[in-house]
């Protein structure tokens, strides 16, 4: 019978682990919060691989707080992590990319501890060209009350996520998450509709062979992007760079994670802030990227560095292997 860790025995692994140096004993509080986001992730993946076959491509008909259509499979996975989240009593508050506002529980500061940021359905405009999707999340614990409101523990700078993960929804279902003891990666075994450990302590290569980013805004952004990207193609760090740009971050990012290069959304003219979002993109992909020996930066500084000021805070980002974005710090900084 081949080893078959789940999400939820790994973490119990890795809290036993943690246990030696932090002498607490596990509580499974954390593992039974992460296994509602395996189980909406499961709901997700099922909408989606039948959705060619149901009515639930194409747009929903309104519009989220962010001015952009939703999908109708937008709609269903921000309901059902909303669900699956909210029954379990360790959350505190839920913040999505599709509500103005967090939804929040009556839970006292010792019962609801933790804090779920998320974006539902990253890259959903792809969907009805059946291109990867992802979910992205960001775990915070609430802040004491004489330390800070609920608020303020949403708006905590991204060093102090506990854990963030994403899933890809692709030819396969992969979810990859860091609770700051490295990056692990699980594929979904429809046989036993588990995610299934599949690749333990994952590194981002040094450098890579690629460079993501959406050229069309070239003109807008400033100049030392526009540097950097031709030096990259002049093989200015000694190798030949294709570039690769899905156009859904996850994805995007799924690919720099594994083979390595870079990911770039810098300020364009029509967003001089960035596209992107701090709370629920940036943020968790950064965490992901630090403990797998990549960087993340919004020009020349740490993404994780950054005192968020409102929720759907905007971002330019940077992130990738280590060769690539020290270029990309000098090429910003001069
Ligand atoms: P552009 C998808 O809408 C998204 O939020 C990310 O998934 C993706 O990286 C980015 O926008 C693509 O933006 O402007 O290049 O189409």
């Not at 019978?1 to 140096?21: A, D, N, S, Y």
Request: some cysteine; aromatic content about 8%; hydrophobic content about 40%.
């Amino acid at each position: 019978m081949p080893m078959i860790t789940t999400v939820q025995q790994h973490i119990l692994q890795q809290q036993r682990e943690q246990m030696k140096t932090t002498g607490r004993e596990p509580t499974g509080t954390f593992s039974w919060l992460l296994s509602g986001i395996t189980l909406a992730a499961k709901m997700v993946e099922a909408k989606i691989r039948s959705a060619g076959l149901s009515d639930i491509y194409g747009a929903f008909g309104a519009e989220n707080v962010q001015g952009e259509q939703q999908q109708k499979l937008d709609v269903y996975a921000n309901q059902a992590l909303l669900h699956c989240l909210g029954l379990r009593d360790s959350v505190a508050a839920l913040v999505s990319e599709e509500d103005e506002q967090p939804v929040t529980f009556n839970r006292d500061p010792e019962t609801g501890k933790y804090i779920i940021i998320f974006d539902p359905l990253d890259g959903s405009s792809n969907i009805d060209v059946n291109v990867n999707v992802g979910t992205i999340f960001s775990v915070l614990r609430r802040l004491p009350l004489e330390q800070g409101t609920l608020e303020q523990s949403i708006l905590q700078p991204g060093y102090e996520q506990v854990a963030a993960g994403y899933v890809v929804y692709g030819p396969s279902t992969v979810l990859v998450y860091t609770t700051g003891s490295g990056v692990h990666g699980f594929t979904l075994d429809h046989t036993i509709g588990a995610f299934v450990l599949s690749n333990e302590r994952m590194r981002m290569p040094e450098q890579g062979s690629y460079y993501s980013v959406n050229e069309a805004n070239a003109d807008g952004w400033p100049a030392a992007y526009r540097s950097y990207i031709d030096m990259l193609r002049a093989g200015g760090l000694g190798k030949t760079y294709s570039s690769r740009y899905i156009g859904s971050l996850v994805a995007d990012f799924h690919r720099t994670l594994l083979k390595g290069g870079v990911f770039l959304y810098p300020p364009t003219l029509q967003q001089p802030k960035g596209k992107l979002r701090l709370l629920y993109e940036a943020n968790p992909l950064a965490f992901i990227a630090e403990q797998a020996g990549g960087v993340a930066t919004y020009g020349a500084e740490r993404v994780l560095d950054i005192r968020p000021e409102v929720i759907h805070q905007r971002t330019p980002f940077c992130i990738g292997s280590r060769r690539e974005m020290e270029a990309l710090v000098q090429a910003v900084k001069l």
